[in-house]
């Protein structure tokens, strides 16, 4: 069996997709690979090897993490038409599967994947059983906890742009958060409405966490996996001249348990070449002390951490809170305060700037910019010469899926005869605003 996912062809691997081929092919019986495509793949060779691949089995294929990618949902519909089962899996892809309800009354919405899609399944892959795989309809949720199968092949993963290779993959990940902390409580915002409407309404919307994240409002927060758990990942991970090679803890606020893992690893006797952090801001200013003794403790033993992405996301108050990111341009600042101190004092070990490797959030533009915004933005950006280490080459437009906080924010303003906005595929398009 394949699982096609979006790649870009980097060294990195792909935990669920990875992770769900390896449960099927040890649980299942069911051998089981992923197949990253690389934009602008040869479509003719990809169905050559799948036509190749699949001679002598039974024709299911999966598709996972496909980040909004329109070829890839074509991709589905071309592979059903050739008579295959197709199973779409990992976040959102029951509500994906769905779509936008209402459709009658509001035509243009996301009618959902049911024309390609045969089988949706949500949650972790622990609860597919063949059954589910091999001939269930319509779709299926299991619910996240905490004691997940978490035993990676690591080399199961291939690269698509016209022949398949095996990725030598060189940064992994390990999971420890399921959700995130932040999206543990529902709780209800008032949106601004988009500063392109002359005058509109303010939304009020019930959401867990950021607004735009579909993730945190398909998951919240479901506790973390067991210390042993982690170490066993951390353990199954290739070597490097004798050192674990480097991966990302998968956990929001990972500081808190940072000094804890340390012992770990010390305890049974493993080196790490380096650790990277995707974290939010308010965990560096709440537990500062914890990335200090961390460090100060990492140096001696030649490894790296790098804080690989930090939420940031914007450096205007207005736009912070309509994200309802729960921080402040002030205390952003602080962290880059934070940052630029440590890595005086930890030049080797520390790393965080644009040029070793860290992408940090800054989401721009949004619905919500206007002249005030910018000008906020702009002063701060060149205050703290934010282009220096901070700011990545190029921001990242807001994008709005249909199933998360934001997309229910749209539907409202539609509801109000503000609209319509354009849909492709599971994106709304919020700046392709068709209204009067």
Known sequence: MIILS???????????????????????????????????????????????HYKNQEKIIGF???????????????????????????????????GEGEIEKYPWRFKGLKDRVDFGFGGPV????????????????YQW???????VDWDNLFIFDDHPEKLRIETFQVLRGIGCPYASLKKTISLDPPS???????????????????????????????????LEQIENLPERRKRKMPFELIDEYPLVFLPKLLDFIEERGLLLEQINLVLRPDDILK????????????????????????????????????????????MNLEVVKILRDLKKRFPETFLYRRDEGAVHGL????????PDTEVETWKKVGAYQ????????????????????LGEWIRKLEEKGFGPFKRHWTIIEWWQYQGV
């Not at 691997?13 to 092919?25: C, D, E, N, R, V």
């Not at 906890?145 to 035993?151: A, C, E, F, I, P």
């Not at 309404?201 to 959401?207: A, G, M, S």
């Not at 934010?386 to 906080?405: A, K, N, Q, R, W």
Request: charged fraction near 25%.
């Open 287 to 330: 537990h500062r002390d914890n990335l200090e003794k961390s460090l100060i403790r990492l140096k001696p033993q030649g490894t790296k951490l790098l804080l690989a992405s930090i939420g940031f996301e914007s450096f205007s108050s207005k736009i912070l809170l309509n994200l309802n990111k729960g921080i402040t341009p002030e």
């Open 145 to 151: 906890n905490t004691d997940l199968y978490l035993k």
């Open 363 to 370: 989401i721009h533009p949004t619905p919500w910019d206007d």
């Open 64 to 98: 996972s993490h496909l980040c909004g990618r329109p070829d890839l949902f074509e991709l589905m519909g071309k592979l059903k038409t050739l008579g295959f089962r197709t199973i779409l899996g990992g976040p959102q892809a029951v509500s994906d599967l769905i």
């Open 196 to 230: 392109f409407f002359k005058e509109g309404p303010k939304i009020e919307i019930e959401l867990r966490g950021c607004s735009f994240c579909d993730v945190a409002w398909d998951k919240g927060f479901c506790g973390f996996v067991d210390d042993e758990k982690v």
């Open 6 to 52: 979006h790649h870009t062809g980097e060294s990195y691997g792909l935990l669920g997709p990875q992770l769900a081929a390896s449960f099927i092919t040890s649980e299942l019986g069911i051998s089981t690979i992923v197949l990253g495509l690389v934009r602008n793949f040869d479509k003719e060779k990809l169905f050559e090897f799948i036509k190749e």
């Open 126 to 141: 622990d609860g597919l059983s063949k059954e589910l795989l091999e001939s269930s309809r319509g779709s299926f949720y």
């Open 386 to 405: 934010l282009f220096e280490d901070i700011l990545p080459p190029y921001s990242t437009p807001l994008v709005i899926h249909h199933g998360s906080p």
